[in-house]
């Protein structure tokens, strides 16, 4: 990568990964999950997931590329570490105080990848990239929100 616009690019491509691989594992954690506030949270973010990957394609249609993703050894490690917890756990309000944790694991990746996009994306005098990113970011940061807000409600204080 020789300048900021080529690793905006790569960082896009890992995004465009980490957000396909979050798709196909959200139903998955979405059956583990005993509660039914935390059920439907990650039902809810599976369609926010699924426009963000649209809203990912726009950018990369906007700079005349085809939308491709490259590998995300990051976005696979804290995938996997949320399996091994809905595998291993052994009772559900730990389960779902785990995957709590994991999802939020998940979102905090995508918050820093979000903010540098749209920070390089300023500096590169790319509006469009700018405007659909900053989307992404704000429900990334409500998804966030919404996940502390159950932990803490009363799933943390059922699993202890």
Wanted: hydrophobic share 35%; with cysteine.
């Amino acid at each position: 990568m020789k300048n900021l616009e080529q690793l905006f690019k790569h960082f896009l491509r890992d995004i465009y990964y980490a957000e396909k691989q979050v798709l196909k594992t959200l139903p998955k954690m979405a059956r583990k999950a005993s509660s039914p506030e935390l059920r439907e949270a990650f039902e809810h973010h599976h369609e926010e997931t699924q426009g963000q990957i649209e809203r990912l394609e726009k950018v990369f249609e906007s700079l005349d590329l085809k939308p491709r993703g490259v590998t995300c050894e990051a976005i696979e490690g804290i995938l996997e570490e949320g399996k091994e917890i809905m595998e291993e756990a052994e009772d559900d309000q730990t389960r779902d105080a785990g995957m709590i944790a994991a999802a939020q694991a998940v979102e905090h990746y995508e918050l820093t990848r979000y903010g540098t996009l749209i920070a390089w994306a300023r500096s590169l005098g790319m509006d469009e990239a700018v405007t659909l990113l900053e989307k992404t970011l704000d429900e990334e940061y409500e998804a966030d929100r919404k996940l502390s807000d159950l932990g803490e409600g009363n799933l943390n204080k059922k699993a202890a």
